[in-house]
């Protein structure tokens, strides 16, 4: 393997370097210098991403102070005896031109995101934030915003973020945990937290080898730093065989995985060797309405991974799915299970006295009534109420009906209409986040209930119960976030 010397990390004291990627072999003379002449996945699959996003430029930063870079500097690398630089390079893609003589005029429509690239000759990838493929246009994705200043320009990319392990201080364990906090960060308001951070929170208690270097974390190391860093993690099985799933009813692979990426909180699976983050789903027939397929950051392979097949994976690392680290908040204490079961309850008992011409009603007797079930903040929930198509007796209904920080919404759907591109929402119930568990279906976390003609709250206090009648109930659109 070839590698640059240290002093040719940062040739000169330019602000950035300009690259036009539309020349022949431009690509792939960057991944060579920074890739150290090696394989390298996740920059091969950084560039396969630009490439998709038809990338023109590539200004590079090459003396970017990259926090996460210097906490892993000053706990380890700085540490060794061979001497590794603490700046970072920086890629930013662009679709335009960029004049490389004026770096202030900058199309910030033009901006694809960015690729923080570490001095580590063959694990170089650090913080990266890319604008999703087109190929997952209309998925359903856990993303967040971040914006940042270039030069005088303030850019913005919608994106998860990305991370790949080093091999050494930070391995897959560590990475995935790093990219679900910061989502939560960018997304959430959690604070933020540096991959030191995340290294030291997960030491300690079952460990499976040598802790620095790193040979890996116990699943219970992770859910430990999870906890330590701000979450509030919990753990379900993953159905390991078709079989398994087959019967698996509420707890199927893909309904356990898709009500967290509905909830913007991105599941971390876990196999026999490996761990990656799901960060996307849809449906591969939008006209039968069956079928998901699934989207992964895996730190070793690359960011927005599509997977065929979880049932029947190529790489022996990726077998079996075994189990999912759910990275909930902190105020969250219902699992998106428990929430499913108590609004599936509520939606039968309404059932049992709706009119046959209600929407609910039809679509359960052609047997086309299903749940969506993803949790949200009450407030921007609220917000988005106007833009769905919700009975406006309904919106003020809500609006003024106590919530908590966070609810869980589980959406009556209507599969036929879901298939067609419609409006396929025919109620909802919205449930308390931080209800008792201990009751089975939280009989007592139901906050407001909308099935057809009929809606109803319950205040938290005196149990008053208001209720309002739509005279013409109709479909609306999902209050979900991520879809774009």
Known sequence: MSDWPFLAWSPDDAAAAVYDVTVDGGWDQLVDFYAGGAPCAPLERVVALAREHGVRSLVVEQRHLDPDWRSEHAAFHGRLFRRHPTVTHRWHLFTDDVDPEDLTRLDPTAYRGYAVLRPLPATPVGRTMITPPPGLDGAVRCEATETLSLFGTALTVRAMPFLSQDAEYLRCAHATLWMVLRHAHLAHGIPRQLTAAVHD????????????????????????????????????????????????????????????????????????AHAWVVVGYRRVSPESGAGVRLWRHDDARGPYLEVTDPFDEVDDAHRPWQAAILPLLPDVYVTAERAEAAGEHWFRGYLGQADEDEPIARAAAADALTWRTYVTRADEWLERLAGRGVDPELARLYRLTPMPDYVWVVEAVDRAARAAGRPDVVGEAVLDSTSSTHHEPLLSGLIALHGGRLAHRVGPDHGQRREVRLPAPGHYRTGRRGRA
Do not use: F, K, W
Request: glycine share 12%.
């Open 201 to 272: 929170a997960a030491l300690g208690g079952v460990i499976v080898g040598r802790q620095v270097p790193s040979e890996g974390l116990s699943v219970q190391q992770m859910m430990a730093g999870a906890t330590r860093l701000g979450l509030s993690p919990g753990l379900v099985h993953l159905p390991q065989t078709r079989a398994e799933d087959d019967d698996a009813g509420m707890l199927t692979l893909h309904g356990i995985l898709c009500r967290y990426v509905n909830s913007q909180a991105p599941p971390v699976v876990i196999s026999r």
